[in-house]
T-cell receptor
């Protein structure tokens, strides 16, 4: 089972910031938080990941609480093309020698509206 | 840099047939993983290969198999197809940095009639 809890769906107005929450209260010390998104009928797209510090890249920012039990993905200026299902995943970067085994939950369906 | 390439993108098979799907990872990536996505079960991990060796396997029957070649390209095979095998099959590769991010291809959509 997925070790994260996300809202089923969210709406966001175009041009506004989209803040997607994720709860991961059982996260272990060596586990990272990863975010992916999947636009309809396409392969998932890696967005960002972090361990305990806040991270920012050209796509998004990731804010992790100090106790690491929750995080928020921020899309600073959402566009219609950001409409997608967003998945929050926690796991160790090198999980028993394996990198490829991700457990995807149901994610959050973000709808960006004009 | 070219992304992960999967072929074919779409295919239709009938029950009992077998199918082979191909995946070319991003250049320099040696780890390749496969996932099945269905409306009911979501994204599920099938298996992972690294340096031509299966490193991890999900909970799927033995009809699902895979392999990886010396150039890191990978194939997966499904034998004796069932209607429930209709799905989007996704391949992902991981960079050698060991930081755990996956880069997915567009998938191969299999329909079993």
């Amino acid at each position: 089972d997925a070790k994260t809890t996300q809202p089923t769906s969210m709406d966001c107005a175009e041009g506004r910031a989209a803040n997607l929450p994720c709860n991961h209260s059982t996260i272990s010390g060596n586990e990272y938080v990863y975010w992916y998104r999947q636009i309809h009928s396409q392969g998932p797209q890696y967005i960002i990941h972090g361990l305990k510090n806040n991270e920012t890249n050209e796509m998004a920012s990731l804010i992790i609480t100090e106790d690491r039990k929750s995080s928020t993905l921020i899309l600073p200026h959402a566009t219609l093309r950001d409409t997608a299902v967003y998945y929050c995943i926690v796991r160790a970067a090198n999980y028993g020698g394996s990198q490829g085994n991700l457990i995807f939950g149901k994610g959050t369906k973000l709808s960006v509206k004009p | 840099k070219a992304g992960v390439t999967q072929t074919p993108r779409y295919l239709i098979k009938t029950r009992g047939q077998q199918v082979t799907l191909s995946c070319s990872p991003i250049s320099g990536h040696r780890s390749v993983s496969w996932y099945q996505q269905t409306p009911g079960q979501g994204l599920q991990f099938l298996f992972e290969y690294f340096s031509e060796t299966q490193r991890n396997k999900g909970n799927f029957p033995g009809r699902f198999s895979g392999r990886q070649f010396s150039n890191s390209r990978s194939e997966m095979n499904v034998s004796t197809l069932e209607l429930g095998d209709s799905a989007l099959y996704l391949c992902a590769s991981s960079p050698p940095t060991g930081t755990g991010e996956l880069f997915f291809g567009e998938g191969s959509r299999l329909t079993v009639l």
